[in-house]
């Protein structure tokens, strides 16, 4: 193998390296975009949750429901306290054998 065939290899494996090389950066940065993107629906979803679950308009049913999402994906707090509230003061005796609603309450205490 002469000089300039030796030269041509390594010119092109090099082109290639760095080629694979930006790839890899580029979807490295697409990744780390994503994840940031999916920790602030998380905290959004969660915002979003609480505020239904404060919300004194809305029916007891879905503030249960946005309460049990809110407790389940790591809130607490005023959130939390609302929710338990909102359980303990839920009339279930008209609702026949056990409910969900005793089932959360029971898991609660």
Known sequence: ?????????????????????????????????LEAYDNNIRQLNLHLNKMALL????PIIDRLH???????????GLGKKVYNQLLSELDTTSWGNKTWAESQHSKEK
């Open 1 to 33: 193998m002469d000089l300039k065939t030796i030269a041509s290899i390594i010119t092109s494996l090099t082109v290639v390296i760095t080629c694979i090389y930006k790839v890899y950066k580029l979807a490295k940065r697409v990744e780390d975009k």
């Open 55 to 58: 919300d004194t308009n809305l």
């Open 66 to 76: 946005a309460g049990e999402w809110y407790i389940a994906n790591g809130g607490n």
